[in-house]
């Protein structure tokens, strides 16, 4: 019953009660005060229960809303007990209320606080992950291109490169590109620290050695020794010569790249040399050799590209993939970046990304008759060390 219509019945009855107490008195004054006591009574108890039932709904209410169900029945108590108890609750939903503005303001605080350290943290992650190295632009014997597009705030994707000068050839001054890509178990900031740990020990490793192989069997010894969380990480790492074009690299876990070579034809780098790193302990990684001609292409990926869904849950797929690197039309590395990243992107549409999008590409600029003349300049250790020595 609307309160309106109860507060129209209140007043229709009192009028009532006002015109049967003028004519009562009117007929017979006397005798009528028993029964004008008892009439402004029945009245007054009845004003009271239609006035109580609306307010005895809005208790059970308010009560109801804080987990306070009041089985007992109120429809003996007064209006005034009603508006007190009434008073009561709502002074308690106050007291609610003022608690949860408060706790409300405190966890927008923690988020605003947790989302700075996360864009932070992405800074810095991007940051390590750009292709910034000074010499880079000016080398005409390589070019490099790279993209890291996270899920998250954080992602477990990483690449890296670096370039070195092996000991047989001191006069081409860093010949040898050491350069690799990984998937980190899981998501977030567990993964990128763990990205962070592999990425600082195949750096380290890489100054001791430039075998692939010896130095995803140092990394992964370090992790598997003490990994109580039982992350992982899938990994191919490779060194070229960018001199001679040739290509040693291992395959731990990851998806195979492709080599697209002058002639159009595509290759694929399938072999495996071992399981992802930090799981066994004591494992002895393998490496295989290929080389790169002028103008070849190498693409490398995580399954974060094959992977991709649209809306109805559809994988782009290593055969859609494979199709774009044979068939589509590209003549260098950001080519290649630019070409696969863009027919991700459309196949998504608007679906949500669900996992890290990373791509590697190197192509290989190197001249065939700088092997020739590598060989001829190259410098022992000792040669180098007995120079060394008379002129100081």
């Known amino acids: 019953m609307q309160i309106w219509f109860r507060l129209f019945l209140v007043l229709s009855i009192m009028a009532l009660v006002a015109i049967g107490i003028e004519q009562i008195v009117a007929l017979n004054p006397l005798p009528s005060g028993?029964?004008?006591?008892?009439?402004?009574?029945?009245t007054t108890y009845l004003c009271d229960r239609i006035m109580a039932q609306p307010l005895e709904e809005l208790t059970q209410q308010i009560k109801s809303?804080?987990?306070?169900?009041?089985?007992?029945?109120?429809?003996?108590?007064?209006t005034a007990a009603?508006?007190?108890?009434?008073?009561?609750?709502?002074?308690?939903?106050?007291?609610?209320?003022?608690?949860?503005?408060?706790?409300?303001?405190?966890?927008?605080?923690i988020k605003e606080r947790m989302e700075s350290e996360l864009a932070i943290g992405r800074s810095i992650q991007m940051n390590m992950l750009t292709l910034t190295l000074p010499n880079l632009p000016k080398r005409k014997d390589l070019e490099l291109d790279a993209i890291l597009q996270p899920a998250r705030e954080l992602g477990g994707d990483f690449y890296d490169f670096y370039f070195f000068r092996e000991h047989t050839a001191y006069l081409f001054e860093q010949n040898t590109c050491c350069f690799c890509i990984g998937d980190v178990s899981g998501k977030g900031v567990p993964a990128a620290l763990f990205m962070s740990v592999v990425k600082t020990l195949m750096k380290a490793q890489s100054d001791i050695t430039?075998?692939?192989?010896?130095?995803?069997?140092?990394?992964?010894?370090?992790?598997?020794?003490?990994?109580?969380?039982?992350?992982?990480?899938?990994?191919?790492?490779?060194?070229?010569?960018?001199?001679?074009?040739?290509?040693?690299?291992?395959?731990?876990?990851?998806?195979?790249?492709?080599?697209?070579?002058?002639?159009?034809?595509?290759?694929?780098?399938?072999?495996?040399?071992?399981?992802?790193?930090?799981?066994?302990?004591g494992?002895?990684?393998?490496?295989?050799?290929?080389?790169?001609?002028?103008?070849?292409?190498?693409?490398?990926?995580?399954?974060?590209?094959?992977?991709?869904?649209?809306?109805h849950q559809n994988l782009f797929s290593d055969e859609r993939l494979l199709s774009l690197l044979t068939s589509a039309q590209y003549s260098s590395a950001k080519e290649s970046i630019h070409l696969i990243h863009q027919a991700v992107t459309e196949f998504q549409g608007n679906a949500e990304q669900s996992d890290d999008i990373t791509m590697l590409s190197l192509q290989f600029l190197g001249h065939p008759e700088m092997a020739a003349i590598a060989s001829?300049?190259?410098?022992?250790?000792?040669?180098?060390?007995?120079?060394?020595?008379?002129?100081?």
Request: glycine share 6%.
């Open 34 to 42: 028993l029964g004008l006591i008892g009439w402004l009574a029945a």
């Open 65 to 78: 809303s804080r987990g306070q169900i009041d089985h007992s029945s109120n429809s003996s108590r007064s």
């Open 82 to 109: 009603l508006i007190h108890d009434l008073k009561l609750d709502l002074q308690n939903v106050t007291m609610d209320l003022n608690q949860t503005v408060e706790t409300l303001a405190k966890t927008t605080a």
């Open 210 to 281: 430039l075998s692939p192989a010896k130095i995803l069997t140092h990394v992964n010894q370090s992790l598997s020794a003490n990994n109580p969380t039982c992350m992982f990480a899938t990994l191919f790492f490779g060194t070229l010569n960018l001199t001679t074009g040739d290509l040693v690299y291992t395959n731990a876990g990851h998806h195979p790249p492709y080599v697209r070579r002058q002639d159009g034809s595509i290759e694929k780098l399938a072999q495996k040399h071992g399981p992802a790193i930090g799981i066994v302990d």
């Open 283 to 311: 494992l002895i990684y393998r490496e295989s050799r290929t080389n790169l001609s002028y103008g070849d292409i190498l693409f490398s990926y995580t399954d974060g590209v094959t992977e991709a869904m649209d809306l």
């Open 376 to 392: 001829e300049l190259a410098i022992k250790d000792e040669v180098l060390s007995l120079l060394q020595q008379d002129w100081y």
